[in-house]
T-cell receptor
Framework: KAGVTQTPRYLIKTRGQQVTLSCSPI?????VSWYQQTPGQGLQFLFE???????NKGNFPGRFSGRQFSNSRSEMNVSTLELGDSALYLC?????????????FGPGTRLTVT | QKEVEQNSGPLSVPEGAIASLNCTYSDRGSQSFFWYRQYSGKSPELIMF????GDKEDGRFTAQLNKASQYVSLLIRDSQPSDSATYLCAVSPFNQAGTALIFGKGTTLSVSS
């Protein structure tokens, strides 16, 4: 079974621009979560989507948003990019939504904001 | 503020030894506990999960959970150089409907041959 895929893998943007990242979960998985990983803060939860609805949201500004499509694919968007948004953005899929479901990560999108 | 704490390391062990990685969490009602391994430049890979007090074994890996002490550990037996990586502890908080995890900052393990 194919794993989680994320596109693009690398991205360089300028401050003030916006960016859209894409995630395709493992086939049959219905929940997609997004995380930001930086050397200083580690892995931090952004939000989770399940059945096209945002299920949970972490402590990030409104510039970070996402959505999920009927085929469970998900996108996240960051508007008005700041230098501090430079990070590895990871998508994780799970079979369903709930604390007992394991999450499997994709390879990530490395975003650099200059 | 719900927190997950790990010793950053590095934890250095010789090949063939047992590596013991520890994690404490602040939310007493936390429900599920996960260990991920992350090689440099790669994404986290799930290696173990545990929900109930006690031990859970999977090959060379054993996860141990003590909810009373708010403590979860990962033992790696017969450590190999290929086990050298950062190990992330993740916890599912209490009373949360979804799948969000709180991660520790990881312990770097170095296995020398």
């Amino acid at each position: 079974k194919a794993g989680v895929t994320q596109t693009p893998r690398y991205l360089i943007k300028t401050r003030g621009q916006q960016v859209t990242l894409s995630c395709s979960p493992i086939s049959g998985h219905r929940s997609v979560s997004w995380y930001q990983q930086t050397p200083g803060q580690g892995l931090q939860f952004l939000f989770e989507y399940f059945s096209e609805t945002q299920r949970n949201k972490g402590n990030f500004p409104g510039r970070f948003s996402g959505r999920q499509f009927s085929n469970s694919r998900s996108e996240m968007n960051v508007s008005t990019l700041e230098l501090g948004d430079s990070a590895l953005y990871l998508c994780a899929s799970s079979a369903s939504s709930g604390p007992s479901y394991e999450q499997y990560f994709g390879p990530g999108t490395r975003l650099t904001v200059t | 503020q719900k927190e997950v704490e790990q010793n950053s390391g590095p934890l250095s062990v010789p090949e063939g030894a047992i590596a013991s990685l520890n994690c404490t969490y602040s939310d007493r009602g936390s429900q599920s506990f996960f260990w991920y391994r992350q090689y440099s430049g790669k994404s986290p890979e799930l290696i173990m999960f545990i929900y109930s007090n006690g031990d859970k074994e999977d090959g060379r890996f054993t996860a141990q959970l003590n909810k009373a002490s708010q403590y979860v550990s990962l033992l790696i037996r017969d450590s190999q150089p290929s086990d050298s990586a950062t190990y992330l502890c993740a916890v599912s908080p209490f009373n949360q409907a979804g799948t969000a995890l709180i991660f520790g900052k990881g312990t770097t393990l170095s296995v020398s041959s």
